[in-house]
């Protein structure tokens, strides 16, 4: 049978007919992995991945009431804790570390039935947007090896984009999934903050970190989040809300809904080649009953100076665990404990990392705290009161995911400004805490994906899902 990407919905049918096995499709997958993984998408199979697929099999064969995800196997970053195997979030500090206890996610896939096939590369501590910053080397774009994958989770984009598994897990602090999603043409989700428990995944910026979902198309996103969200009593910052089974809303008909675009990203946008797909895209839903508003955010720009005076504050202060002591203690002859911390902080953590931990000291210091660290907690604010403004009236928000496709490697590294641009309309979600998905819409001048962002407003997936199947199953006739 031919398995080449099938969603993970067709894949649940296969098996429970018992027309594949799990030990059948977790051969596939390897096979896939084995052949593509000059990518550097993947950077460990894990062992046992057969043996769970074996253990599946007798559980479709004996069982009436069949869990979930049973005998689907599926990709997680590098930086999600699965219990007894590595998870060393791309850096060479973490390079031996096992994880001593399941994150939320993981214990939900495992408990339905989910095969955890491997971990995916990373840029180091989710810190970057193009997987360049790996300890283990940049993953390639699925279409094309001279450009970047998109970061930080581009092994997990690759991965599905590639069909080396079902769907792959990945985090998304400002972009991590929805930028790489884009890249490599396939559909990832940024949820609500705190709709997905945050357990067990290694922090960056904890305000803003996300668990996010890579899969081919909406309608197994959709699925997927109703298994993975969730209150959970180990994350005190996930939500209470009710999760729903987002599928069943699934429509076609888009027709009365209330799509805002902000005039200051329109702006931006008309300067770049993205701007005409865009625009197809906009008149389609208009022309099948979408009523589109323009709105303004005056602030919008500063997002960028927002996210990255918020991000690297965290992220330095979460960094500060990897002190040589807790974690990694390879270094030899200290003559006190501060060589300890500087000898293994500069052996183990690179460049990029080192720079976020700088920046974030800076704008934490007491001299510098209100100059920058309260005056983005201040905007932050108010973009939040924004958004929520412009969702009293409206039922989503579109905007691109990048400004273009995907960029050669090495063209950003020597210059963290031009990269850090690239994230001006994903961090905005982050920001503000709601949930935002990519979805493919077509190719770019150099034949490569672009992605469209659905923005809804907090805690209403339902909606940003019912957009987003919409265009995504439309976007042959755009
Ligand atoms: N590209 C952004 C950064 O470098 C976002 C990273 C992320 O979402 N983890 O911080």
């Known amino acids: 049978m031919n398995l080449e990407n099938k969603s993970v919905l067709e894949l649940l049918d296969l098996l429970k007919a018992k027309k594949i096995s799990a030990v059948e499709l977790t051969k596939y997958y390897i096979d896939r992995i084995k052949k593509f993984n000059y990518k550097n998408a993947v950077l460990e199979i894990f062992d046992d991945a057969l043996l769970q697929a074996e253990k599946c099999d007798l559980i479709i064969n004996t069982k009436k009431i069949l869990p979930k995800l049973i005998g689907i196997p599926v990709l997680i970053k590098d930086n999600i804790l699965y219990k007894g195997k590595i998870s060393s979030s791309g850096?060479?500090?973490?390079?031996?570390?096992?994880?001593?206890?399941?994150?939320?996610?993981?214990?939900?896939?495992?408990?339905?039935?989910?095969?955890?096939l491997g971990r995916t590369n990373m840029d180091e501590f989710a810190m970057g947007g193009s997987c360049e910053n790996s300890a283990y080397g940049p993953c390639k774009n699925a279409y094309d090896d001279t450009?970047?994958?998109?970061?930080?989770?581009?092994?997990?984009?690759?991965?599905?984009?590639?069909?080396?598994?079902?769907?792959?897990?990945?985090?998304?602090?400002?972009?991590?999934?929805?930028q790489p999603a884009s890249f490599n043409g396939i559909v990832g989700l940024k949820p609500t903050y705190g709709r997905i428990s945050r357990y067990g995944l290694c922090a960056f910026a904890s305000s803003?970190?996300?668990?996010?979902?890579?899969?081919?198309?909406?309608?197994?996103?959709?699925?997927?989040?109703?298994?993975?969200?969730?209150?959970?009593?180990?994350?005190?910052?996930?939500?209470?809300?009710?999760?729903?089974?987002?599928?069943?809303?699934?429509?076609?008909?888009?027709?009365?809904?209330?799509?805002?675009?902000?005039?200051?990203?329109?702006?931006?946008?008309?300067?770049?080649?993205?701007?005409?797909?865009?625009?197809?895209?906009?008149?389609?839903?208009?022309?099948?009953?979408?009523?589109?508003?323009?709105?303004?955010?005056?602030?919008?720009?500063?997002?960028?100076?927002?996210?990255?005076?918020?991000?690297?504050?965290?992220?330095?202060?979460n960094m500060g665990r990897f002190d040589g002591v807790k974690y990694t203690s390879n270094v030899k002859d200290c003559k006190n404990i501060s060589e300890i911390y500087s000898k293994t902080r500069s052996k183990f953590l690179g460049k990029e990392v080192k720079r976020r931990?700088?920046?974030?000291?800076?704008?934490l210091s007491s001299e510098q705290y209100s100059s920058y660290y309260l005056k983005a907690k201040n905007i932050s604010i108010m973009l939040k009161k924004e958004f929520e403004k412009i969702f009293m009236q409206n039922d989503i928000v579109f905007m691109p995911t990048t400004y273009g496709e995907a960029f050669d490697i090495g063209s950003k590294t020597q210059d963290p400004v031009s990269m850090y641009i690239e994230d001006m309309f994903t961090v905005t979600a982050n920001i503000v805490g709601i949930p935002?998905?990519?979805?493919?819409?077509?190719?770019?001048?150099?034949?490569?994906?672009?992605?469209?962002?659905?923005?809804?407003?907090?805690?209403?997936?339902?909606?940003?899902?019912?957009?987003?199947?919409?265009?995504?199953?439309?976007?042959g006739e755009i």
């Open 91 to 116: 850096s060479k500090m973490l390079e031996n570390y096992v994880a001593e206890y399941n994150s939320t996610v993981v214990q939900k896939l495992l408990d339905e039935g989910a095969i955890i």
């Open 147 to 178: 450009k970047v994958s998109g970061g930080s989770s581009g092994g997990s984009a690759v991965a599905v984009a590639l069909d080396m598994c079902a769907f792959s897990l990945g985090s998304d602090t400002g972009g991590s999934v929805r």
């Open 208 to 317: 803003l970190d996300t668990v996010g979902i890579f899969t081919k198309d909406v309608k197994d996103n959709a699925f997927l989040l109703s298994i993975l969200a969730g209150d959970d009593k180990l994350d005190g910052t996930s939500k209470k809300a009710k999760v729903d089974s987002y599928i069943d809303y699934l429509s076609d008909n888009i027709n009365g809904k209330k799509i805002a675009i902000i005039k200051e990203v329109q702006e931006l946008v008309k300067k770049t080649k993205y701007y005409n797909i865009y625009q197809k895209v906009l008149n389609y839903c208009q022309n099948h009953g979408a009523i589109l508003t323009e709105v303004s955010i005056k602030n919008y720009t500063k997002v960028l100076p927002v996210y990255y005076t918020i991000a690297p504050a965290e992220g330095s202060s």
């Open 357 to 363: 931990i700088m920046l974030g000291n800076f704008v």
């Open 436 to 475: 935002a998905i990519s979805i493919p819409i077509g190719v770019g001048e150099n034949g490569l994906p672009l992605g469209l962002q659905v923005l809804s407003a907090e805690l209403n997936e339902k909606e940003l899902y019912c957009m987003a199947n919409f265009v995504f199953l439309h976007r």
